[in-house]
């Protein structure tokens, strides 16, 4: 193809027929032009196509995370929802004390209460990486840029639960002489965590109640141990509103992946 064009260009010149010359060189010209974007285009509309491909990878992947993210921050609102039942049916007995005390109840309770719900989602690389610019919703690239900090708001509560579990709740559940036998009611018939792994797995040990006298009366008589019920409902109380708002963070991001997402 170059030597024909270069033939004609030769014989033009032959024949000093300038002006045709001219006219044929650029008309060359404008066919290579023509040519390279072209190329240019096909180019680019293969690259659009690795992009779009790659975006439906990262879609597909963050649904699948934020799917699991739901799952755990729902069994995490459940064991809170689970500690305000058992704060409030200890507040009943406080309030209402009668001689026939439910110890199975009563310790129930105590390790309900006792129990650390902690949300920690999957990590990704997406935000803050190039990926991040493959996603082409306006939205959801907005959702994943805010989410870490919408996370913290709700770890940040956990994080005073876990110093008020640590500094106030375990000290007073040791002072009142109750640990051995809400461990040994925890253990006895089978325990199998509400955040576990394997929800079909059921544990057993053997603990056996204290042999020490421990009046329950008197347990729940005590000032400290009233105040402390009181304020783990207000915690997983305030903590579960900033969870349900997190929760509707995720349906808004699965729902949009969801759309965006090819059949």
């Not at 044929?24 to 390279?36: K, N």
């Not at 709740?169 to 509400?194: E, F, H, I, Q, S």
């Amino acid at each position: 193809m170059i030597k024909f064009f270069r033939h004609i260009r030769q014989k033009l010149l032959e024949e000093n027929r300038f002006s045709k010359y001219l006219l044929y060189a650029i008309g060359e010209i404008v066919l290579v032009v023509i040519g390279i974007l072209i190329a240019l285009q096909i180019n680019n509309w293969n690259e659009n196509k690795k992009d779009l491909a790659k975006e439906q990878l990262i879609l597909k992947q963050l649904f699948s995370e934020y799917q699991n993210n739901l799952k755990q921050l729902d069994e995490k609102i459940l064991m809170r929802n689970q500690a305000l039942e058992a704060c409030n049916n200890l507040l009943n007995q406080i309030d209402n004390p009668t001689s026939a005390i439910n110890q199975d109840g009563f310790y129930q309770s105590l390790w309900i209460i006792f129990r650390d719900p902690t949300f920690d989602p999957i990590k990704n690389d997406i935000v803050g990486s190039e990926n991040l610019r493959l996603i082409q919703n306006d939205t959801l690239v907005r959702f994943l840029s805010n989410w870490s900090s919408e996370v913290f708001q709700v770890q940040e509560m956990e994080l005073e639960y876990q110093k008020f579990r640590t500094e106030i709740l375990m000290p007073c559940y040791l002072r009142l002489g109750v640990a051995r036998n809400v461990n040994n009611n925890l253990w006895k018939d089978g325990y199998t965590p509400t955040e576990a792994l394997d929800k079909k797995s059921i544990s057993k040990f053997t603990i056996k109640p204290t042999r020490k006298s421990v009046d329950l009366t008197k347990v729940l008589a005590d000032v400290e141990f009233e105040g402390i019920v009181s304020q783990v409902i207000t915690t997983h109380q305030v903590t579960n509103i900033q969870s349900q708002t997190l929760r509707n963070r995720i349906l808004n991001i699965l729902d949009i992946i969801a759309q965006e997402i090819e059949e």
